[in-house]
Structures are given as C-alpha cells and as structure tokens.
C-alpha cells in the first residue's frame, strides 16, 4: 500500500497545470515537485526568495546552504534565480501566484483554514501562509485526513484561522475535495475506500459528486 503522504502528494501534482507558478508549504507540499510530469513546464516558488525549484536533491548530495523556507536542501533548474524576501512576496501579493499548496491542522467546509498554532506548543506562528491564502489564485489543502483520532475536515475550525473562505481544493489520502458554495463536494475517492468510510472521518456532511471516481494517481 503506498504511503499515505506519497499519495496525497502524487495526486495534488496533477492538479498543476503546465506553465504555473507555484508556491509549496513547509511539509508534505514540498514532496509535490517530485512528481510532477515531466511533460509539465511548472515553475517553483519559495517564499524565502527563490523561483524555479527543482525535485528533493539525492540523498548525500545536499547542498545545506541551499533550502526552501522549511529549512530542507532543494535543487534547483536551469535558470533558477534567488532575490530578497520583499521581491518574494512581492510575486505572492501582487497575485503572480498560480496555486500554493499547503499543509493544514484544520479546514472547514467553507474553505477557512488554520494551520498555525498546536494549542500547549510553541510554534513560530503563521509566516507567509497568510499571504499565500490570500495572493494565489488557487488555494490547495495537502494534508493526512486525520490527526489520530481528531478530525481536521469540521463544519467550523476550532482553532485560530490564518485565512477565512481561501481554499478552493483539498487533498488526503481518503479523497478530493471542492469547496463550494453548498459545501464539500467529493469528487474522488481512494481505492478501498467507500463513501460511508470517508464521511465517518470528516465533520461536515459531503456532497456526493454524480462523477464521483477513484483517485488518479
């Protein structure tokens, strides 16, 4: 069986269509690139000021001073650039953005979203999600369904939001998901899975779409 995270991340690169910029999280997002077609021109944005991200380098090939915002070693393609942090979210704000796909604690129903705080922890806060919720054109949630036993898709987050009604699509290793005005819409669903097992683990009652099919991966 493949690796839940492996799944969810295969899937969201289809979503990429040729000729985007496109902007990934901290975590599982970042695992998108490697799969990627390679028939698809997709460009890679890092907030911490670099354009044209390559796949995770080979093991004992890391270059350390070469890393996306999460700190992790990156490669970089042929005519890759790097500029300072204004430059970077300056692409972010100014809506140059094609897609960001991020990692999520909680999504609702209407597409409001936080990802920034783990109650009792100390976590560096919300950085540059917040912009990116707001600056891209589309908004893709990558994310385990569960957190053990805590759901994380609800009818309302429980906890503070980074951005409110911004996500357009979510990903897990259950099913795809379009936030629309009626609600959830699945659209897909993984092999194995049944409806009845998917609405068990999400908050929120599902729409079924008419086209509902088995994930592409």
């Not at 997002?29 to 995770?56: C, H, R, W």
Request: contains cysteine.
């Amino acid at each position: 069986m493949m690796n839940p995270k492996e799944l969810i991340a295969r899937r969201v690169a289809k979503e990429l269509n040729d000729g985007d910029v496109v902007n990934l999280g901290i975590g599982l997002p970042t695992m998108v690139a490697n799969y990627v077609p390679k028939d698809k021109d997709i460009t890679f944005q890092s907030e911490n000021g670099m354009l044209g991200l390559g796949p995770a380098p080979v093991q004992g090939q890391e270059d350390f001073d070469l890393t996306n915002a999460g700190g992790s070693p990156v490669t970089m393609t042929n005519g890759g650039v790097f500029f300072d942090s204004a430059t970077s979210f300056g692409i972010i704000r100014g809506g140059h953005v094609d897609a960001t796909v991020l990692g999520s604690l909680q999504v609702d129903e209407e597409g409001s979203i936080a990802n920034w705080i783990i109650p009792g922890k100390m976590v560096p806060g919300m950085g540059g999600a917040m912009d990116l919720l707001v600056g891209a054109k589309k908004v893709i949630v990558a994310m385990q369904h569960t957190s053990g036993d805590a759901l994380k898709i609800l009818k309302k987050c429980t906890l503070p939001l980074t951005a409110f009604k911004e996500v357009n699509l979510i990903v897990t290793e259950y099913g795809v998901m379009e936030v629309t005005p009626q609600g959830l819409l699945l659209k897909e669903i993984a092999e194995g899975i049944t409806v009845e097992d998917i609405q068990k683990i999400t908050e929120p009652t599902l729409i079924i779409s008419e086209d509902l099919k088995i994930m592409e991966i």
